[in-house]
């Protein structure tokens, strides 16, 4: 069986990297959200994807730009219309993929807006695969670049099914009109990619600087563990800054301190993970803060930013452990 990140939470029982007495995490933000998240995996066949019909885009026509879309124009199509707005040059989006993106979704015939990332200023990451995001999304972005905006009429079969979305108002008949700004796509093999910078303290572990998507190596030294917080770059990424208030998409694998014994790897998982910087203990908060998108950061936790006298039951971790973390920043919330 797959191990679960200590990163993210999971349900009552099993451990987590999240801050002690704070029970809110990205898992449940997104449940709340009432698109595109897939309340139960779906058995429709594969949809046939067409030109259209689709509304027009009236206002907000820059990729990034929130879009205003006009009502549904007669009757929809009952297979999946796909159209590309804006064609991008990125990555090209595949299935199983982590796809980061801005998007508006409205119903299709009374244009009412349901949800939407722009207004909250929070761009989604969500796995593009069955059971965790609608088919729609799924059929409709695969193959698609990253830097491409994206409308799709997804039918009730490829959307919420007959049983809608009664949070957002949304009937088991209505077709959902998107629009889809996607910023990037990343998978279980995506690496920072900064420039490397040196690592010249001895009395610090030493990251390795593969971008291949394999686990780094991190040796830890035989030295007296720091008592404040290490957050150092390994790489250097060109990106955006991580404010403490944001969230993230990471890879990450960390260490024991003592012994170097690696307790928890999203490598490992095969799984990327992505959390909001107040939800996990504060050595982490602390050490992303103010790091670049694109970076390597080696992360060195004191018991008194960890979880000093109570670890996580079944992690491995030891009371006041210090803690040694290597996290690639992939993508800003």
Do not use: H
């Not at 409205?106 to 796995?127: E, G, P």
């Not at 049983?163 to 949304?170: E, H």
């Amino acid at each position: 069986m797959r191990r679960r990140s200590l990163l993210i939470a999971v349900p009552a029982g099993l451990a987590t990297l999240t801050a002690c007495g704070d029970d809110k995490s990205d898992s449940s933000k997104a449940s709340d959200s009432p698109s595109p998240s897939a309340s139960a995996p779906s058995s429709a066949p594969p949809p046939k994807i067409v030109d259209g019909p689709l509304p027009a885009v009236t206002a907000g026509n820059k990729f990034d730009e929130k879009p205003t879309v006009a009502k549904g124009s007669g009757e929809p199509s009952k297979q999946l219309a796909v159209k590309t707005l804006i064609a991008g040059s990125g990555k090209a989006v595949a299935e199983n993929d982590f796809v980061v993106a801005n998007y508006l979704g409205q119903v299709w015939n009374t244009a009412k807006v349901f949800d939407n990332s722009y207004d909250r200023k929070t761009r989604l990451a969500i796995q593009l695969s069955q059971g965790r995001i609608i088919d729609g999304w799924r059929y409709a972005l695969a193959g698609k670049k990253a830097g491409s905006r994206i409308e799709m009429a997804v039918p009730p079969t490829w959307g919420y099914g007959s049983q809608g979305n009664p949070q957002a108002g949304i009937k088991g008949t209505d077709t959902l009109v998107f629009v889809v700004d996607v910023q990037d796509t990343f998978n279980a093999t995506s690496s920072a990619e900064g420039e490397k910078v040196p690592q010249e303290d001895a009395d610090l572990p030493k990251v390795g600087t593969n971008t291949d998507g394999k686990a780094p190596s991190i040796e830890v030294p035989k030295a007296a563990a720091p008592k404040k917080l290490v957050a150092e770059y390994v790489l250097e990424g060109d990106g955006e800054k991580v404010a403490a208030e944001d969230s993230v998409l990471v890879q990450y694998k960390g260490v024991l301190w003592d012994g170097g014994k690696e307790f928890d790897s999203s490598y490992a998982n095969k799984q990327l993970v992505s959390f909001s910087l107040q939800q996990v203990v504060k050595g982490w908060a602390q050490g992303l803060t103010g790091k670049k998108v694109g970076s390597r950061v080696l992360i060195v936790i004191p018991p008194e930013l960890g979880y000093g006298d109570n670890p996580p039951q079944g992690s491995g971790i030891k009371k006041d452990s210090t803690l040694v973390f290597s996290v690639d920043i992939l993508a800003k919330l």
